[in-house]
C-alpha cells in the first residue's frame, strides 16, 4: 500500500493536484455563474424556484428559458462532461510515473483549454475557438491514457 508520505513524494502526482484543484474551482465557478445568471434574469427551471417571487400564476412567468442562462449551463455540462474523464486518467496517469515535464505539459494544457473554452462558450467568441479547445483538452486526456495504456497496464 502507497504511504502518503510516498505520494507527496511523487512530483507528477503533486502537479496533478494543483492544475485539478484549479480546474474544479473553476468547474464550481461555473455553477455560481449559473445560479448568478438564474437569480439577476429571474429565470427559474423548477416551480419551487420561484416561490419566493409570487404565487400560483404569476410565479410561473419565471418558469422560461433564457439564452444567457442556457449558455452559461452548457458551458457547465461541457465542463463536467471533460473534467471528469481528466481527473481519472490524469490521476491514474500521474501515479503511473511519468516523466514531469510530460506531466506538466498534459497538464497545462488542458487546464488552459478548458479556461479558454469557458471564455469562447461565454462571450461568445466565432467557431472554430470553442470547438478547438474542445478538441485540444479531449486530446490532451487521449494522449495520457494511451501513454498509460501503452506504458503501464497489462492487456
Known sequence: MVELTQLMENEAFMA???YATIILSKMMFMSTATAFYRITRKVF??????????????????????????????????DLENIVPFLGIGLLYSLSG???????????????????????YLIPLPQPNRGLAFFVGYGVTLSMAYRLLRSKLYL
Do not use: M, Q, W
Request: hydrophobic content about 40%; proline content about 3%; glycine content about 4%.
Open 16 to 18: 496533478f493536484a494543483s
Open 98 to 120: 511519468p516523466d514531469l515535464s510530460t506531466a506538466l505539459l498534459h497538464f497545462r494544457i488542458f487546464v488552459g483549454a478548458r479556461i479558454y473554452h469557458t471564455i469562447a
Open 45 to 78: 427551471a423548477n416551480p419551487e424556484d420561484c416561490a419566493s417571487l409570487g404565487k400560483g400564476e404569476s410565479a410561473k412567468k419565471y418558469l422560461r428559458i433564457d439564452d444567457r442562462v442556457e449558455r452559461v449551463r452548457r458551458a457547465h455540462l461541457n
